[in-house]
């Protein structure tokens, strides 16, 4: 296991911690490989297991990818959070500061999202001149709605946890000071439920959101991957990195 990511087993519950505060948990490839490992589609013998948590250490949640040498690396994010995604049993992620990009991304995935008032979630991929894939922008249409969609996508500004809660896109938001005991009380009832049926009810949900899969989308992938190897999007990358504004030129 990579020292960017900790993994521990305590009873029935399953804590995944992105390890990495001084770079914002920013994920680079090391960082990924190790989150997959932690969401094995095969949680531990004996079907002891009721749940998996996802937290940080710092005060970001995750800044998204890490951006030195992150272009071109949107395979390896999928992967990683269809894992979370259909990991056979509830996943919490618990929120206590900024959610980007990547980072919005993973929280989202996750079944249910808990945060403190103090986080932010955003996708500021049209501020550095990319854009997110067909799987990444379904999985906002099912959360959130096409509304809440084009807020996210095409302003790229954060939004406060209480907004994203207002719009469905998270089940809680709660002060700072009492994110843990909120956290632990969820997943604790978690817990306590029966494990075949939370089963059941997720690969059920997972199921009947995939009515978009099928929706052809040839084009689209083009339009992403166009932005993808533009000059803007390495203008915008080296602009974030160095702190300015970026000068877009369409190309």
Same mark, same amino acid.
């Given at each position: 296991?990579?020292?960017?990511?900790s993994v521990?087993?305590e009873?029935?519950?399953?804590?995944v911690?992105?390890t +990495?505060?001084e770079?914002g948990n920013?994920?680079?490839?090391?960082m990924l490989?190790a989150?997959?490992?932690?969401f094995?589609?095969?949680?531990g013998?004996?079907d002891a297991?009721?749940?998996?948590?996802? +937290?940080?250490q710092?005060r970001?949640?995750c800044?998204g990818?890490d951006?030195?040498?992150s272009?071109?690396?949107?395979?390896?994010?999928?992967?990683l959070?269809?894992r979370?995604?259909?990991?056979?049993?509830?996943?919490v992620a618990?929120?206590?500061?900024?959610?980007?990009a990547?980072g919005?991304?993973?929280?989202l995935?996750?079944?249910?999202?808990v945060a403190?008032?103090e986080a932010?979630?955003?996708?500021?991929l049209?501020?550095?001149?990319l854009?997110?894939?067909w799987?990444?922008?379904?999985k906002?249409?099912e959360?959130?709605g096409?509304?809440?969609t084009?807020e996210?996508?095409?302003?790229?500004d954060p939004?406060?946890?209480e907004?994203?809660?207002a719009?469905?896109l998270i089940?809680?938001?709660?002060p700072?000071?009492?994110?843990?005991?909120?956290?632990?009380?969820?997943?604790?009832?978690?817990?306590?439920n029966a494990?075949?049926s939370?089963k059941?009810m997720?690969?059920t949900?997972?199921?009947?959101?995939q009515f978009?899969?099928g929706?052809e989308?040839?084009?689209?992938?083009?339009?992403?991957?166009?932005?993808l190897?533009s000059?803007?999007?390495?203008?915008?990358?080296?602009?974030r990195m160095?702190? +300015?504004d970026?000068t877009?030129?369409?190309?």
């Amino acid at each position: 296991m990579s020292d960017k990511v900790s993994v521990s087993i305590e009873g029935a519950v399953r804590t995944v911690t992105l390890t +990495r505060p001084e770079k914002g948990n920013a994920m680079d490839a090391e960082m990924l490989r190790a989150l997959e490992d932690a969401f094995d589609p095969n949680p531990g013998p004996g079907d002891a297991e009721r749940v998996a948590v996802i +937290r940080a250490q710092g005060r970001v949640f995750c800044s998204g990818l890490d951006l030195r040498g992150s272009l071109g690396k949107e395979q390896n994010v999928e992967t990683l959070f269809h894992r979370v995604e259909t990991w056979p049993l509830p996943v919490v992620a618990v929120v206590q500061g900024a959610a980007i990009a990547g980072g919005n991304e993973l929280a989202l995935h996750c079944d249910i999202v808990v945060a403190s008032a103090e986080a932010r979630f955003g996708m500021s991929l049209a501020q550095v001149g990319l854009a997110p894939s067909w799987f990444l922008t379904k999985k906002l249409l099912e959360v959130g709605g096409p509304v809440a969609t084009r807020e996210i996508l095409l302003l790229g500004d954060p939004i406060p946890a209480e907004r994203m809660a207002a719009l469905g896109l998270i089940a809680r938001c709660v002060p700072a000071d009492e994110l843990e005991a909120t956290a632990t009380k969820l997943v604790d009832r978690l817990v306590r439920n029966a494990p075949l049926s939370l089963k059941a009810m997720k690969a059920t949900i997972n199921r009947e959101m995939q009515f978009r899969d099928g929706i052809e989308h040839a084009d689209t992938d083009q339009l992403v991957r166009t932005a993808l190897k533009s000059a803007d999007a390495k203008e915008g990358v080296r602009a974030r990195m160095e702190r +300015r504004d970026a000068t877009f030129t369409g190309a």
